[in-house]
């Protein structure tokens, strides 16, 4: 999700004409699997590389092995959304304040430091 399609919902809220109790879903302006994210990450930040699937439990070990090495990365918290469902509804949102997020497409300068 890009930022800026956030700022543009904040801003709608704000300018409504009466508030809204309640809230509003805000996803991103396609549903895609992590694999189809990553390969899009991928083909811009390091067009050479490609993706290899490990199996879960072999996955696992190796992120508790490298954390035990005091090396920092992906934690527990992300590997179990990685089979999770996080689709959300973006239909309220569109309706009440317009929102329109953009596709994901990724640009190989979001991924220099």
Known sequence: ????DLA????ACLRAPAPRVGRYDLPGG???????????????AAPRS?????????FRA??????MLGL?????GLLA??????VFDAGPAERD????????QPQADMFRP
């Open 81 to 86: 959304r990685l089979n999770r469902d996080l």
């Open 72 to 76: 920092r990365g992906a934690g527990e």
């Open 1 to 4: 999700m890009h930022a800026g």
């Open 62 to 67: 190796g992120v508790r092995m490298l954390t």
């Open 8 to 11: 543009a919902a904040v801003l």
């Open 50 to 58: 490609r993706l290899v699937r490990v199996p879960g439990p072999l």
């Open 30 to 44: 396609e549903t895609l699997s992590y694999d189809e994210m990553l390969r899009r990450v991928l083909a811009v």
């Open 97 to 104: 304040l317009g929102y329109a997020p953009r596709a994901f």
